[in-house]
Protein backbone atom coordinates (compact mmCIF):
# COMPACT_ATOMS: atom_id res chain seq x y z
CA UNK A 1 0.00 0.00 0.00
CA UNK A 2 1.58 3.52 -0.42
CA UNK A 3 3.73 4.95 2.49
CA UNK A 4 1.73 8.25 3.06
CA UNK A 5 -0.15 10.26 6.36
CA UNK A 6 -3.64 10.20 5.62
CA UNK A 7 -5.76 13.13 7.24
CA UNK A 8 -8.76 14.69 6.97
CA UNK A 9 -8.89 15.23 3.28
CA UNK A 10 -5.52 16.04 2.93
CA UNK A 11 -1.90 13.62 2.52
CA UNK A 12 1.49 14.09 3.81
CA UNK A 13 4.82 12.72 2.27
CA UNK A 14 8.16 12.89 4.03
CA UNK A 15 9.87 14.58 5.10
CA UNK A 16 7.22 17.41 5.35
CA UNK A 17 4.98 18.05 2.52
CA UNK A 18 1.36 18.18 2.84
CA UNK A 19 -0.96 18.76 -0.54
CA UNK A 20 -4.46 19.46 -0.47
CA UNK A 21 -6.71 19.63 -3.55
CA UNK A 22 -9.69 21.96 -4.83
CA UNK A 23 -10.03 24.54 -2.39
CA UNK A 24 -13.02 26.23 -4.40
CA UNK A 25 -12.43 29.65 -2.82
CA UNK A 26 -15.21 31.56 -3.76
CA UNK A 27 -17.84 28.49 -4.19
CA UNK A 28 -19.76 29.84 -0.87
CA UNK A 29 -20.36 33.22 -2.48
CA UNK A 30 -21.39 31.46 -6.20
CA UNK A 31 -23.45 28.29 -4.12
CA UNK A 32 -27.57 29.07 -4.32
CA UNK A 33 -27.18 26.72 -1.05
CA UNK A 34 -26.87 27.83 2.90
CA UNK A 35 -23.56 27.69 3.86
CA UNK A 36 -23.78 26.37 7.91
CA UNK A 37 -20.19 27.78 8.26
CA UNK A 38 -18.41 30.72 7.38
CA UNK A 39 -15.95 29.33 4.34
CA UNK A 40 -12.57 31.38 5.81
CA UNK A 41 -13.23 29.96 9.36
CA UNK A 42 -14.21 26.72 7.72
CA UNK A 43 -10.49 26.08 5.18
CA UNK A 44 -8.39 28.23 7.27
CA UNK A 45 -9.94 26.31 10.34
CA UNK A 46 -9.68 23.14 8.99
CA UNK A 47 -6.47 23.08 7.46
CA UNK A 48 -4.61 24.82 10.27
CA UNK A 49 -5.80 21.93 12.49
CA UNK A 50 -4.10 19.51 9.60
CA UNK A 51 -1.42 21.61 9.84
CA UNK A 52 -0.87 21.27 13.47
CA UNK A 53 -1.31 17.82 13.77
CA UNK A 54 1.37 16.53 10.70
CA UNK A 55 3.77 19.67 10.84
CA UNK A 56 4.98 20.06 7.01
CA UNK A 57 7.43 22.87 5.74
CA UNK A 58 5.52 23.17 2.41
CA UNK A 59 1.49 22.85 1.87
CA UNK A 60 0.34 21.90 -1.87
CA UNK A 61 -2.78 22.93 -3.43
CA UNK A 62 -3.45 20.36 -6.38
CA UNK A 63 -5.36 22.96 -8.11
CA UNK A 64 -9.29 24.56 -8.21
CA UNK A 65 -7.46 26.90 -5.34
CA UNK A 66 -10.14 29.50 -6.82
CA UNK A 67 -13.90 29.13 -7.93
CA UNK A 68 -13.41 32.16 -9.56
CA UNK A 69 -13.73 32.99 -13.71
CA UNK A 70 -13.91 36.73 -14.74
CA UNK A 71 -12.08 38.14 -11.63
CA UNK A 72 -11.08 37.32 -8.43
CA UNK A 73 -13.19 38.84 -5.51
CA UNK A 74 -12.18 40.96 -2.96
CA UNK A 75 -13.38 38.12 -0.30
CA UNK A 76 -11.46 35.43 -1.90
CA UNK A 77 -8.61 37.22 -2.26
CA UNK A 78 -8.92 37.96 1.41
CA UNK A 79 -9.63 34.41 2.49
CA UNK A 80 -6.46 33.27 0.16
CA UNK A 81 -4.05 35.53 2.47
CA UNK A 82 -5.89 33.77 5.40
CA UNK A 83 -5.07 30.48 4.10
CA UNK A 84 -1.40 31.67 3.22
CA UNK A 85 -1.08 33.31 6.91
CA UNK A 86 -2.15 30.02 8.55
CA UNK A 87 0.90 28.02 6.38
CA UNK A 88 3.22 30.77 7.23
CA UNK A 89 1.86 30.77 11.38
CA UNK A 90 2.91 26.75 11.32
CA UNK A 91 6.41 27.54 9.82
CA UNK A 92 4.97 26.06 6.42
CA UNK A 93 5.14 27.49 2.50
CA UNK A 94 1.97 27.33 0.47
CA UNK A 95 2.51 26.59 -2.96
CA UNK A 96 -0.31 26.79 -5.57
CA UNK A 97 -0.80 23.86 -8.50
CA UNK A 98 -3.30 25.57 -11.58
CA UNK A 99 -6.34 23.94 -12.29
CA UNK A 100 -9.11 24.44 -14.79
CA UNK A 101 -10.98 26.98 -12.31
CA UNK A 102 -7.90 28.74 -11.86
CA UNK A 103 -7.64 30.63 -15.19
CA UNK A 104 -7.31 34.20 -12.57
CA UNK A 105 -5.14 33.05 -9.91
CA UNK A 106 -2.32 34.80 -10.83
CA UNK A 107 -3.84 37.82 -9.96
CA UNK A 108 -4.64 37.18 -6.18
CA UNK A 109 -1.04 35.68 -5.91
CA UNK A 110 2.47 36.99 -6.03
CA UNK A 111 4.39 34.14 -6.04
CA UNK A 112 4.50 31.56 -9.22
CA UNK A 113 1.57 29.57 -10.22
CA UNK A 114 3.03 25.96 -11.04
CA UNK A 115 1.27 23.70 -13.71
CA UNK A 116 2.78 21.07 -11.77
CA UNK A 117 4.95 20.77 -8.92
CA UNK A 118 7.58 18.26 -8.02
CA UNK A 119 7.69 16.87 -4.35
CA UNK A 120 11.42 17.31 -2.83
CA UNK A 121 12.97 14.50 -0.90
CA UNK A 122 10.62 11.46 -1.43
CA UNK A 123 11.71 7.61 -1.96
CA UNK A 124 9.56 7.70 -5.03
CA UNK A 125 9.27 10.32 -7.43
CA UNK A 126 5.73 12.36 -6.51
CA UNK A 127 4.35 14.77 -8.90
CA UNK A 128 1.73 16.71 -8.11
CA UNK A 129 -0.93 18.31 -10.36
CA UNK A 130 -4.38 19.05 -10.92
CA UNK A 131 -5.52 16.06 -12.88
CA UNK A 132 -7.55 18.02 -15.79
CA UNK A 133 -5.19 17.18 -18.74
CA UNK A 134 -2.16 15.10 -18.81
CA UNK A 135 0.89 16.36 -17.07
CA UNK A 136 3.86 16.70 -19.29
CA UNK A 137 6.51 15.36 -17.09
CA UNK A 138 6.64 11.63 -15.87
CA UNK A 139 6.43 9.88 -12.24
CA UNK A 140 6.94 7.22 -9.99
CA UNK A 141 3.30 8.79 -8.34
CA UNK A 142 1.03 11.00 -10.01
CA UNK A 143 -1.42 12.86 -7.22
CA UNK A 144 -4.27 15.14 -8.53
CA UNK A 145 -7.43 15.95 -7.13
CA UNK A 146 -10.17 17.32 -9.75
CA UNK A 147 -12.74 14.78 -9.66
CA UNK A 148 -13.81 15.62 -6.08
CA UNK A 149 -14.15 11.84 -5.41
CA UNK A 150 -16.65 10.32 -2.44
CA UNK A 151 -18.22 6.71 -1.85
CA UNK A 152 -21.18 5.65 -0.48
CA UNK A 153 -21.86 3.35 2.31
CA UNK A 154 -24.54 2.08 3.70
CA UNK A 155 -26.65 5.35 2.69
CA UNK A 156 -23.81 7.60 3.96
CA UNK A 157 -21.72 9.50 1.44
CA UNK A 158 -17.93 9.66 2.82
CA UNK A 159 -14.76 11.88 0.96
CA UNK A 160 -12.47 9.44 -0.05
CA UNK A 161 -8.96 8.90 -1.82
CA UNK A 162 -8.86 6.60 -4.65
CA UNK A 163 -5.31 5.03 -4.95
CA UNK A 164 -4.53 3.44 -7.95
CA UNK A 165 -1.26 1.45 -8.71
CA UNK A 166 0.32 1.59 -12.06
CA UNK A 167 -3.03 2.64 -13.65
CA UNK A 168 -1.34 5.66 -15.50
CA UNK A 169 1.76 5.47 -17.94
CA UNK A 170 3.03 2.31 -15.45
CA UNK A 171 2.62 4.77 -12.67
CA UNK A 172 0.55 5.10 -9.60
CA UNK A 173 -1.83 7.12 -9.21
CA UNK A 174 -3.29 9.28 -6.10
CA UNK A 175 -6.45 11.26 -6.22
CA UNK A 176 -7.97 13.51 -3.65
CA UNK A 177 -11.24 14.41 -2.46
CA UNK A 178 -12.16 18.17 -2.31
CA UNK A 179 -10.79 19.88 0.32
CA UNK A 180 -13.99 22.10 0.53
CA UNK A 181 -16.85 21.30 2.08
CA UNK A 182 -19.04 23.57 0.00
CA UNK A 183 -17.80 21.65 -3.89
CA UNK A 184 -20.44 18.98 -4.10
CA UNK A 185 -18.43 15.19 -4.51
CA UNK A 186 -19.21 12.84 -7.13
CA UNK A 187 -20.24 9.40 -5.57
CA UNK A 188 -17.80 6.92 -7.31
CA UNK A 189 -19.78 3.50 -6.24
CA UNK A 190 -20.93 2.78 -10.13
CA UNK A 191 -18.34 4.80 -12.00
CA UNK A 192 -16.42 3.32 -14.68
CA UNK A 193 -13.26 5.48 -16.35
CA UNK A 194 -15.07 6.96 -18.85
CA UNK A 195 -17.14 8.51 -15.92
CA UNK A 196 -14.06 10.30 -14.12
CA UNK A 197 -13.23 13.77 -16.10
CA UNK A 198 -9.49 13.50 -15.49
CA UNK A 199 -7.66 11.71 -18.13
CA UNK A 200 -5.46 9.84 -15.27
CA UNK A 201 -8.15 7.54 -14.60
CA UNK A 202 -7.55 4.70 -16.87
CA UNK A 203 -8.94 1.63 -14.89
CA UNK A 204 -11.87 2.19 -11.72
CA UNK A 205 -11.91 -0.90 -11.30
CA UNK A 206 -8.79 -0.81 -10.03
CA UNK A 207 -8.70 2.09 -7.85
CA UNK A 208 -8.67 1.47 -3.73
CA UNK A 209 -10.86 4.05 -1.68
CA UNK A 210 -9.44 5.23 1.42
CA UNK A 211 -11.71 6.94 3.74
CA UNK A 212 -10.32 9.15 6.84
CA UNK A 213 -12.68 8.07 9.69
CA UNK A 214 -12.63 11.50 11.31
CA UNK A 215 -13.97 9.63 15.07
CA UNK A 216 -10.99 7.60 15.05
CA UNK A 217 -8.42 9.92 13.41
CA UNK A 218 -7.51 6.90 10.96
CA UNK A 219 -7.54 5.95 7.36
CA UNK A 220 -9.96 2.65 6.28
CA UNK A 221 -8.60 1.33 3.42
CA UNK A 222 -11.29 -0.67 0.93
CA UNK A 223 -10.78 -3.36 -1.47
CA UNK A 224 -10.50 -2.06 -5.20
CA UNK A 225 -13.55 -0.66 -6.93
CA UNK A 226 -14.03 -3.71 -8.78
CA UNK A 227 -14.46 -5.82 -6.09
CA UNK A 228 -15.62 -3.42 -3.65
CA UNK A 229 -18.58 -2.73 -5.32
CA UNK A 230 -20.20 -6.43 -4.57
CA UNK A 231 -19.63 -6.04 -1.22
CA UNK A 232 -22.17 -2.54 -0.91
Same mark, same amino acid.
Given at each position: *????????????????????????????????????????????????????????????????? +????????????????????????????????????????????????????????????????????????????????????????????????????????????? *???????????????? *????????? +???????????????????????????????? +?
Amino acid at each position: *MLDVVFADRAVAFDPGTLVVADLHVGRAAASDVEVPLGERADLTGRLSNVLDRLGPETVVVAGDV +LHEFGRVSHRAAETLDALDEACRDAGAELVLVAGNHDGVLANAWDRTVHDAYRVDGCARDVLVCHGHEEPEGSADLYVVGHDHPTITIEGQKRPCFLYGEKTYRAADVL *MLPAFSRVAAGVSVNG *MRARDFQSP +LVTDADSLRPVVWDQGRHEALTFPPLGRFREL +L
